[in-house]
């Protein structure tokens, strides 16, 4: 594992402050691991305002990664592949599976579905 990536429910889990994400992600951090969040992740779990300091603190720590042209076509092709149309699960394995990361996820059935549709062994933490 070279890092980790966070799909929707982890970031729903920290705005709740789910006790066990904080402590992952504070796991993560003290191995000087900064935590990517793809952009349509985080287009999925914010709403805005005040209600989300929350999430806005746990976000400060993480890096946000764009979805470029390219990757948008790796994740078209992907979900293609897998059967699977949810795009924001699609671009987390996609990602994860470039990166080398593990994935920390509340749903890791999708996870694992997109990414057994390229043999990728990905470890899936679940909150």
């Not at 992600?25 to 349509?40: D, M, R, Y």
Request: net charge negative.
């Amino acid at each position: 594992m070279n890092g980790v990536t966070y799909d929707t429910g982890a970031l729903i889990a920290a705005d709740r402050n789910d006790r066990r994400m904080w402590a992952l992600h504070a796991g993560f951090l003290a191995l000087e691991v900064s935590p990517t969040v793809p952009t349509p992740v985080l287009a999925e779990a914010w709403r805005g305002g005040s209600r989300q300091a929350s999430l806005s603190r746990f976000l400060a720590l993480c890096t946000t990664e764009p979805l470029t042209d390219e990757q948008a076509k790796a994740v078209g092709t992907l979900a293609a592949h897998a059967g699977h149309d949810d795009i924001v699960d699609v671009t987390v394995v996609e990602g994860a599976v470039r990166r080398h990361d593990a994935v920390v996820s509340s749903n890791p059935t999708h996870i694992r579905k997109v990414a057994d549709a390229v043999r990728a062994r990905l470890t899936v933490e679940t909150v």
